[in-house]
């Protein structure tokens, strides 16, 4: 069955350092990953994706995520986090189901803490 | 602009009313969902639908119930409003018959069910 991990609850970072927030999937076939950002009392907003290519893809508000096939993981990055970076932060996959149903699969979030 | 509404964002409902929530696009798509967000459980599927007159089962539908008339529509209707419905749900919309596109959001509807 398709799934999606989040391990961490929170994140807390510094201002002005690095940060990641880990994702790891299973799926069958090709995997579709997707990052979703959501502030409060919003809904979520998309990120960035991988389809194919490049294990690095960039997305909006300068965030980046490294695809690694081998360890099944899609971890978000920044090289410098901002105070309002401060958020939750989902992790998804799309997978086909058997009826054929383009699915999409949540992580549980992760909460980003950014502190000035 | 295209967009996603949702309406109401907050509503408070008895236990054992019907209660309906709207969705809303304005991007055309054919594939809509609705999810509900609770603490520890991310987001869930309830219901999900393909395009006009088609409409499937998620993974926690129990209780739940939607139409498709139209293609900007996707209404979601509790049956008889539960206190374990409580909860932040959410709508969505993505093109249809491709794996690659991302979903588009609306800003939720906060039920509180009493």
């Known amino acids: 069955a398709q799934s999606v991990a989040q391990p961490e609850d929170q994140v807390n970072v510094a201002e002005g350092n690095p940060l990641t927030v880990k994702c790891t999937y299973s799926v069958s076939g090709n995997p579709y990953l997707f990052w979703y950002v959501q502030y409060p009392n919003r809904g979520l907003q998309f990120l960035l994706k991988?389809?194919?290519?490049?294990?690095l893809v960039k997305g909006s508000y300068g965030f980046e995520a490294e695809f690694n096939k081998s360890q099944t993981s899609f971890h978000l990055k920044k090289p410098s986090a901002l105070v309002s970076d401060s958020a939750l932060y989902f992790c998804a996959v799309r997978a086909r189901a058997n009826t054929g149903f383009q699915k999409l699969v949540f992580g549980t979030g992760t909460r980003l803490l950014v502190s000035p | 602009d295209a967009e996603i509404t949702q309406s109401p964002r907050h509503k408070i409902t008895e236990t054992g009313r019907q209660v309906t929530l709207a969705c809303h696009q304005t991007w055309n798509h054919n594939n809509m969902f609705w999810y509900r967000q609770d603490l520890g459980h991310g987001l869930r599927l309830i219901h999900y639908?393909?395009?006009?007159?088609?409409?499937n089962k998620g993974e926690v539908s129990d209780g739940y119930s939607v139409s498709r008339s139209n293609t900007e529509d996707l209404p979601l209707t509790l049956e008889s409003a539960a206190s374990s419905q409580t909860s932040v749900y959410f709508c969505a919309s993505s093109e249809g018959g491709r794996m690659n596109t991302e979903a588009f959001f609306g800003q939720g509807t906060r039920l509180t069910v009493v």
């Open positions: 639908s393909y395009g006009v007159q088609d409409t």
């Open positions: 991988y389809i194919t290519g490049d294990n």
